[in-house]
């Protein structure tokens, strides 16, 4: 008899679902079409050469460690050297506070899987993350959600939220996926007071940090808790805030390299959460990625990243301010990988991707990244990933398609 597995399934699966990105990058595989859908890296910025010299010399100097198992906290002097870029940030940890993740989702379900009780609620930005709402509905989070506007999230609306009991509140402080804003130097200090208050703890997500093309450094959040909560100190002894990167975003995301920053009894149970799912993060791929990393080169490679994105964020900007239709606002970072649109209420971005795609142009519909299901006149675009001309072709062609539906009145739920 074959087994009829639909009836087999945990309960926890009628919550998860398929990665709305994931899928559209399926779709954006077709010649031709120009995508600003995925939030990808530009790949000719990978350091291929060093990648290549890396791996020879720790395959050569250290294969047999390189190809073993080994610990679950991770490789040793790549901890080391978390340890020493927060403190680069104003924060005094030590490598009991670094766990090496499988890529920042991983960090996401392990986060999840320590904290998460079926029906807990999560207090998340308005619009978020699509990674952590997937990762967190197959514990059976319910969420619940604050706006945003071009300061970050809006602590007006923050309290009544916080009196809900939210179990924590899931920010990114930096050039938001999918909003593209920063939350300011004011609101930060703010709402590490109010979730202090509240005893809210804050798990900070700061995969785009280091991307920051202009304007004031702010320091992250986690520095600002230590500091309110040690006087002077900056040590990591205690905290409200678990603190999250990558090397995604400034290395390779084929790496699969993230980590997660948090007190020691917080880490130990990460670390015995991450035993039941993959044992240790590849240990080749620390060894490859310290020795890339070390010595500076990081440091001076961000610099061309930041340099080469800037110049693409511009690129987008000006061909948006002369091809979108009256009606339809966009952000303006001052860093990351992502520009957020909105359009007329009342229009369907969902509706107008299969026009685009038709006119070999895509986006991201922006209710994806909305628990509630809203934003549905809003779209996510990427301009990390896509050469000037191509930026400014693909823009021209979504333009004529949002000025062909506001005049038709297409598009309108």
């Known amino acids: 008899m074959t087994t009829p597995w639909n009836q087999r399934y945990a309960q926890r699966t009628e919550r998860m679902g398929s990665s709305a990105i994931r899928e559209l990058l399926k779709l954006t595989q077709r010649e031709g079409l ?8 530009a790949p000719e910025l990978f350091p291929v050469e060093q990648f290549d010299a890396a791996s020879r010399r720790v395959l050569a100097e250290h294969g047999s460690q390189a190809l073993q198992y080994s610990t679950t906290e991770g490789y040793l ?22 766990l090496i993740t499988s890529g920042s989702q991983q960090a996401l379900d392990i986060i999840g899987k320590i904290l998460i009780n079926p029906g807990d609620k999560i207090l998340t930005e ?31 609306h923050l309290e009544e939220v916080l009196c809900a009991g939210p179990k924590f509140m899931y920010i990114l402080p930096n050039f938001q996926n999918p909003g593209g804003f920063t939350l300011s130097r004011k609101r930060r200090e703010a709402l590490i007071d109010i979730a202090d208050h509240y005893g809210c703890p804050i798990i900070e997500d700061d995969p785009y940090g280091e991307l920051r093309f202009e304007g004031e450094h702010i320091p992250p959040l986690v520095v ?4 309110k909560l040690n006087g002077n100190s900056h040590s990591f002894k205690r905290g409200n805030v678990i603190y999250l990167s990558t090397f995604s975003k400034t290395l390779a995301p084929g790496l699969r390299l993230a980590w997660i920053v948090a007190p020691r009894d917080v880490i130990q149970k990460c670390v015995m959460a991450k035993q039941g799912m993959d044992l240790h993060t590849s240990s080749i791929n620390q060894m490859v990625a310290y020795e890339v990393a070390k010595d500076g080169f990081l440091k001076e490679h961000v610099r061309l990243i930041r340099r080469v994105y800037r110049e693409r964020r511009d690129i987008m900007l000006a061909a948006m301010a002369e091809h979108f239709p009256a009606g339809t606002s966009w952000t303006h970072p001052e860093g990351g990988l992502f520009l957020w649109v909105r359009l007329p209420e009342g229009m369907d971005a969902g509706l107008l991707l299969e026009a685009a795609t038709a006119q070999n142009v895509a986006f991201v519909p922006g209710v994806a990244f909305h628990p509630d299901g809203d934003g549905r006149n809003t779209m996510r675009l990427n301009f990390s990933n896509a050469q000037p001309e191509m930026i400014q072709l693909g823009i021209q062609r979504l333009g004529q398609v949002l000025t062909a539906a506001m005049e038709e009145e297409l598009a309108f739920a």
Request: charged share 20%.
């Open 34 to 41: 120009i995508s600003f859908a995925g939030g990808l890296p």
């Open 77 to 98: 002097p790549l901890r080391q050297y978390i340890v020493d870029k927060m403190a680069s940030y104003g924060i005094e940890a030590d490598v009991e506070n670094v």
């Open 126 to 156: 308005k619009p978020t993350y699509l990674g952590a709402l997937q990762a967190w509905r197959a514990y059976q989070a319910d969420f619940v959600t604050v706006p945003t506007d071009d300061e970050g999230l809006c602590l007006d």
């Open 224 to 227: 600002m808790d230590a500091q």
